[in-house]
């Protein structure tokens, strides 16, 4: 693979400061947004907590972790000569490759060199006069820049429970957010798992493979739905490369860039039959389908909802031997679709064997946690591993991690009291030259289509200031309260809010996260991207340069 054309880097202007720009992490975003600041020519920093590159994919290295989202839909779109030569394993690739294929991206474009790691960022603060940020680091160091872009994504800050006893554990315990890199054997071994979502689900499906015994904590059930994962064989490779133009393409078109889309229909325009024959084929497909690209209406009518959710009930009913297993496995608070659906392969069945264990730990909640294992209610257990797979401080939580003062030493945490806002997701009035690439209210949907589209807008309208000769920037209060206003009519009348969820900003583990508010953008990715396009073509009406 040949090394792309570097385009010379000019000295930071005569500032004294130390970078031009800093990006905090070296997720899918910072690299990303790090390429296309060395083509700005803007000396660049990145700080990254971890000792590689990857982010999400770093961290998250669990058994089991692979991609919700098809592979080719996923990769990064913006780099042809890597799309002709990367080939996926798997239409949804396990977390070891999706390493891999971010590695290969820092390698090809020599990004470490621009890449500290093991550089957790603790605090910023906007200087108003130098019109400069310092970002502070753990290791107490600090280092200047005129721009600052957060790449810390919107689910990296992992959250533990805080059930008594939790350090008296003997055994092993991991969270799957902060997976360890060595190898974790779970041959023979008494295993347990708190939590039933997306990582848990994947995480059970595979420990139930080899664990002498796996005990389930669930609290919630949630509605999972088949992936239907397989290998892609060179050939189908070659014919999904031939077709790159066209998968991008419907990425860009769909309402939350996947490759599925909400069927035009309602529920009940159909009968009964061609809507059983609907949903049937929709189980049978891969990916997302079943929850996005179901009928219209699926989130909005309570009724149609009640079918749909009907339809996956009777499935697990019929995958689930025992039916007082499978009852409890049928979410009985949440209709389908409402709360982000885990895909999974034969999780169902895992519970068919004689090795797993489902404990209703919203019934027989969780005491403490003993040097042994787990005492519950009404039963004691003995574990060697437990897991936590108990979530993240979703979308604003990485935020809150870092100390960020803006202008006349505001912090974002007093900005964002009553709740997270912005501009389309990436700027905040009151913390000028400060870009946020996975921000509050941001498009997520399939995210890597939206982070090659928030870099590139923000790259954009660094380029706009370098020809302005522009150092300041900052979103005014008027265009934030408009966007926000679009925000919050665009959650109205969706089921989803109605739940608990982090897309509704719950988080019971953290202290001051119980109250539903509208956590994330619900509006398609279209529109979002509308509207910033629109504030670029203004302009950049609604931001003030100077
Ligand atoms: P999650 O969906 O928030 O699930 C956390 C689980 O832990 C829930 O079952 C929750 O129960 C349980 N839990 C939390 N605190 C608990 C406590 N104190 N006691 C008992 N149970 C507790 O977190 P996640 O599974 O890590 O997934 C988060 C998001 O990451 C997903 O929705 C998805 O967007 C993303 N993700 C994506 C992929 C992928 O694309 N392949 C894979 C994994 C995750 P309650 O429901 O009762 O709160």
Redesign the pocket.
């Known amino acids: 693979m040949s090394a792309v054309a570097q385009v010379d880097r000019q000295p930071v202007a005569a500032t004294g400061l130390d970078y031009d720009a800093i990006v905090i992490g070296a997720g899918m975003s910072g690299l990303y947004q790090l390429i296309k600041l060395r083509e700005l020519g803007l000396k660049t920093r990145v700080f990254e907590a971890g000792t590689g590159v990857g982010g999400?994919w770093y961290w998250?290295r669990y058994p089991g972790?692979?991609?919700?989202?098809e592979s080719y839909s996923y990769g990064f779109s913006f780099d042809k000569e890597l799309l002709k030569e990367w080939s996926w394993s798997e239409h949804?690739a396990s977390q070891p490759e999706t390493e891999r294929y971010l590695n290969l991206v820092a390698d090809k474009y020599d990004l470490r060199r621009d890449i500290q790691f093991r550089a957790r960022v603790v605090a910023a603060c906007w200087d108003e006069q130098g019109r400069r940020w310092t970002v502070e680091l753990e290791d107490g160091s600090s280092h200047t820049a005129r721009f600052l872009i957060t790449a810390i994504g919107?689910?990296s800050a992992?959250?533990m429970?805080?059930?008594p006893g939790m350090a008296d554990f003997k055994g092993q315990s991991f969270h799957?957010?902060m997976w360890p890199k060595q190898p974790v054997d779970f041959a023979g071994k008494c295993v347990a798992v708190?939590?039933?979502?997306?990582?848990?689900?994947?995480t059970i499906q595979e420990v139930a493979k080899t664990a002498a015994k796996l005990v389930v904590?669930?609290?919630?059930p949630?509605w999972c739905a088949p992936l239907h994962n397989a290998k892609i064989p060179p050939q189908e490779m070659d014919e999904i490369r031939a077709r790159y133009d066209e998968i991008f393409k419907r990425c860009e078109e769909t309402f939350s860039c996947f490759l599925h889309t909400p069927d035009p229909r309602n529920t009940f325009d159909v009968s009964a039959e061609e809507r059983e024959a609907f949903l049937e084929k929709l189980y049978g497909e891969r990916g997302f389908g079943i929850w996005v690209g179901n009928f219209k209406d699926l989130l909005t009518s309570r009724a149609a909802n009640e079918e749909v959710s009907r339809f996956v009930a009777n499935k697990i009913r019929q995958r689930v031997k025992d039916p007082k297993v499978a009852e409890m496995l049928i979410p009985k608070n949440h209709g389908f679709g409402t709360?982000?659906v885990?895909?999974e392969t034969k999780y169902y069945e895992c519970y068919n064997q004689p090795n797993v264990t489902l404990v209703d730990?919203?019934a027989t909640?969780?005491e403490r946690i003993t040097p042994s294992g787990i005492r519950t209610s009404d039963a004691e257990y003995e574990f060697d591993i437990i897991i936590?797979?108990?979530?993240?401080d979703?979308l604003r939580g990485a935020f809150d991690r870092i100390d960020f003062h803006g202008k006349d030493g505001v912090t974002l945490k007093e900005t964002w009291k009553d709740g997270a806002t912005s501009l389309v997701g990436m700027m905040q009035d009151g913390f000028p030259n400060m870009f946020m690439l996975l921000g509050p209210h941001t498009a997520?949907g399939n995210i890597p289509r939206s982070i090659e589209f928030n870099v590139d807008w923000v790259t954009d309208l660094l380029r706009h200031a370098q020809r302005t000769g522009t150092t300041r920037i900052e979103a005014t209060e008027e265009a934030r309260a408009k966007w926000m206003e679009h925000v919050m009519e665009a959650a109205k009348g969706l089921l989803s809010m109605e739940v608990?969820?982090?897309?509704t900003g719950?988080?019971?583990?953290v202290a001051g996260k119980q109250t539903r508010i509208v956590a994330r953008y619900t509006g398609s990715a279209p529109t979002y991207r509308a509207w910033a396009n629109d504030i670029a073509a203004r302009g950049y009406e609604g931001v003030t340069l100077g």
């Open positions: 999400t998250n972790c692979r991609f919700d989202s949804f919107a689910l992992p959250t429970p805080n059930f799957t957010g708190i939590g039933t979502g997306a990582s848990g689900v994947q904590f669930q609290r919630t949630n709360r982000r885990p895909l730990s919203k909640p969780i936590y797979a108990t979530g993240f979703a997520l608990d969820s982090w897309m719950i988080n019971i583990n």
